[in-house]
């Protein structure tokens, strides 16, 4: 079987900076067909069309989903169903193993996709990619022993943190993948793009490290806020907890109300400040409170922050505006327009302003995403786009759901 990543030399640039769009358009013959152009670009030099009418005429790449019956497994799963060059030809799920999907997630039922198995039953022969949507702390030994010429994008926590010691402190356990830890690359897509592309191993970013980096990375990175003080207050849907039976994600002990939890000690803190870090190279620390909210997914991340002597709140919405003007999924939006989760629903963007605060000197910033989808598994597509070398928007260009 041919690979999509074997001929993408011939097709992309390596810098892979560009923002793509489809283009629905058919032929004289009445077919339809698909073209892929490129649409901006920050480095006109480096500018390679996707070849009219190639997308069509390449192999499918084999995906396998691990962990196919959790809520980021159906949302790859979702996602997948609308991309021309995946197809999906291994599920697992060990308690839900020898069932169909649709006896899993009957919305799936018009989908002809095949039943689950264990992990331990699966053949990863006849896959050239894999997504684990594991729990953190089993996902470790599977990859460890998966083939080493599988692309892999790991979603949960198991490979985000590069620093073994912290993972075990805030995880509880000790890393029993040291050596592939230091292969894996952190998948920020807009972030870390270049690096993503030559990766085998890509931790997907975790929903509140995506919402709360993608606006701060570039402001710290500037030199235009200041690392002290930032204060980040996070909102989350309940498909964020995961969907495991817990006794504190019933109904009654979430609907009409607003849930604190993980105060000081959630496990995104680490994640969060790592990248931060490395943005200043210098250590920050961050106060985040995360707070689940009566819906089913939607995130938003209000986040204070003190701004560099002489810095004004229209000098951070400019370099923001100029930092993610050729990114498809990053939007920042115009004048006082506010940030809303229901903007985003079932989408892989990201949308965020720049208030001033009454405080002089302080500004909020205000972040959303799906947290099902640029949170998680949108992203996770994205990341696996680029690894494959091919334009990273494809399957990914479902609207926003409204109302």
């Not at 002489?310 to 505006?321: A, F, S």
Request: proline share 5%.
């Amino acid at each position: 079987m041919a690979s999509l990543a074997a001929v993408s030399s011939n097709l992309f640039n390596g810098g892979c900076l560009w923002k793509y769009q489809d283009e629905l358009k058919v032929s004289k013959a009445g077919k339809l067909r698909i073209r892929v152009t490129s649409m901006a670009s920050s480095s006109p030099a480096q500018s390679l069309q996707f070849a009219d009418g190639k997308a069509n005429r390449l192999d499918k790449l084999r995906i396998g989903v691990l962990g196919a019956s959790g809520y980021t497994g159906s949302e790859i799963i979702r996602l997948l169903r609308n991309h021309p060059h995946f197809q999906i030809t291994l599920m697992t799920a060990d308690r839900k193993a020898g069932q169909s999907i649709e006896s899993v997630f009957p919305h799936l039922v018009t989908q002809d996709l095949p039943n689950l198995v264990a992990v331990k039953d699966a053949d990863f022969s006849a896959v050239d990619a894999v997504f684990c949507c594991l729990p953190h702390g089993t996902t470790q030994e599977i990859i460890k022993s998966l083939p080493t010429n599988l692309k892999v994008v790991d979603l949960s926590a198991d490979f985000r943190l590069q620093d073994i010691a912290e993972y075990e402190e805030w995880y509880g356990q000790p890393h029993k993948a040291t050596a592939l830890q230091k292969e894996a690359v952190y998948g920020l897509t807009e972030i870390s793009r270049r690096a993503i592309q030559s990766a085998r191993l890509v931790a997907n970013p975790g929903c509140y490290p995506t919402s709360v980096q993608l606006p701060l990375i570039p402001l710290i990175k500037s030199n235009l806020i200041e690392i002290r003080n930032i204060i980040i207050d996070s909102k989350s849907g309940v498909s964020g907890a995961g969907r495991g039976a817990k006794e504190a994600n019933l109904y009654t002990e979430i609907a009409e109300g607003i849930h604190s939890y993980g105060i000081t000690r959630h496990r995104h803190v680490p994640e969060i400040e790592q990248g931060l870090s490395e943005a200043a190279n210098s250590k920050v620390t961050v106060s985040f409170t995360p707070h689940l909210m009566p819906m089913s997914r939607g995130m938003q991340s209000t986040i204070y922050v003190e701004m560099a002597p002489g810095v004004t709140t229209q000098d951070l919405k400019d370099h923001l505006g100029n930092c993610y003007e050729h990114e498809e999924f990053v939007v920042l939006l115009k004048n006082k327009e506010v940030p809303h989760t229901r903007h985003v629903r079932g989408s892989n963007y990201c949308l965020m302003n720049v208030f001033p605060d009454r405080i002089p000197g302080r500004a909020i910033i205000i972040s959303v995403i799906d947290n099902l989808v640029k949170g998680a598994s949108g992203q996770a597509l994205q990341n696996l786009n680029l690894m494959m070398g091919i334009p990273e928007n494809l399957g990914l260009g479902c609207l926003p759901l409204f109302p």
